[in-house]
């Protein structure tokens, strides 16, 4: 199967995210401009699985991800997500799917009014969507944050259809104990514990969302953004790789489905 | 003939929508000493300038440009003035108009 990533002006993450997908998971991955109206060339085996990358696109300039909507190839992930295949939008390119409708609700500036730049930890509301099935339901993982607008907000009908269809895939957590984490003393060599589970468990949510959402499904579930970042944790060298088993999960889903 | 106007979008997050940013702003306010001050929300203001025929024209454009990218509908809110735009010192076509956004 092959990964697409599309590249906005502003989008920084991709080359990460390309590298992730070809360097450690292994899989045919292509960046996909945006100012293209379509998710390949016709020639090349199809995209499957269309990934909005992290970053900055246009600026940000509005509101995040506000024009980055408006872009050419939104037509073409709009067109792919209605087919039923499969989207997935890190930090900006979650910003970029709920400005463009294909995810509810809305990011705003965190509640701090801090850029946040942290190890989170997350716990794996749902293992049955096509995102999620590598890992065990209510796991608790960590994944990086790096967002200054990361707040999800909902109205209160919104939310609650959320939660009543099992929408909220990914929620902020407080760090497990450290004799429960596998990750308790990884890394710790690195920088100052005060950065790492102090401020974890004082303010396991970093952003100030509504439930402590960090990720939801559409409702079909073949869309998924969060605020974290899966591509920067795929290798134990970069202080875990809980985020490899989320790219792991999605190849599953193609193959294992046989989606398309 | 088309005649030139300026349209002021104003877009606020919603009531119901925390808004740190006004949070803070008030707080630096109680800080210098403003103590009648009792909520500041912050937003953003938008200045189009227009040439259309006549001001309903101008008004609809900057709504339509309003709903479909100035505001996000999900957490906030916009009102549009519409005034004449001023040219080599010729005064200003009448009074503004003030109409309500959607809330």
Redesign the interface.
């Known amino acids: 199967m092959t990964f697409g990533v599309v590249v906005f002006p502003g989008s920084n993450c991709d080359a990460d995210t390309l590298y992730a997908l070809r360097e450690v998971l292994g899989a045919p991955a292509v960046p996909l401009w945006h100012g293209e109206d379509s998710l390949g060339d016709g020639q090349s085996p199809p995209v499957e699985c269309v990934i909005l990358p992290g970053g900055f696109a246009h600026g940000d300039y509005?509101?995040a991800g506000?024009i980055a909507r408006?872009a050419p190839v939104m037509r073409a992930v709009r067109r792919h997500a209605d087919a039923g295949g499969l989207v997935l939008g890190i930090c900006n390119g979650f910003q970029v799917l709920?400005?463009a409708g294909l995810l509810?609700?809305?990011l705003?500036?965190?509640?701090?009014?801090e850029f946040r730049c942290q190890w989170v930890s997350l716990r794996v509301e749902r293992c049955d969507t096509p995102f999620t099935s590598a890992y065990r339901r209510g796991e608790v993982v960590r994944m990086p944050v790096a967002h200054g607008e990361g707040?999800y907000?909902?109205?209160a009908a919104t939310l609650a259809r959320l939660e009543a269809n099992g929408q909220v895939v990914l929620r902020y957590y407080p760090a497990p104990k450290p004799e429960n984490s596998p990750h308790a003393d990884e890394g710790n060599h690195l920088w100052p514990t005060h950065d790492r589970a102090d401020a974890a468990d004082a303010e396991y949510n970093p952003n100030?969302s509504v439930h402590d959402i960090a990720g939801i499904v559409n409702e079909r579930g073949n869309v998924l953004g969060l605020m974290p970042h899966p591509e920067r944790c795929c290798e134990a060298l970069l202080d875990g790789a809980a985020g490899l088993r989320l790219f792991q999960s999605v190849t599953h889903a193609i193959s294992g489905a046989g989606i398309r | 003939m088309s005649a030139s106007w300026v349209a002021h979008v104003s877009v606020l997050?919603k009531a119901?929508?925390?808004d740190?940013?006004g949070a803070?702003i008030l707080g630096a306010l109680r800080h210098l000493e403003f103590a009648g001050v009792t909520a500041v929300r912050g937003g953003r203001l938008f200045e189009l300038h227009i040439d259309t025929m006549d001001r309903a024209g101008a008004e609809e454009l900057a709504r339509d440009a309003a709903r479909r990218?100035?505001c996000?509908p999900?957490?906030e809110t916009f009102t549009i003035r519409v005034e004449a735009a001023a040219s080599g010192g010729n005064e200003a076509d009448g009074e503004p108009t003030v109409r309500a956004g959607e809330r």
């Open positions: 509005l509101r506000a408006f709920v400005e509810p609700g809305a705003l500036r965190n509640a701090a009014l707040r907000y909902a109205d100030g | 997050p119901e929508v925390l740190p940013q803070a990218l100035l996000n999900v957490v």
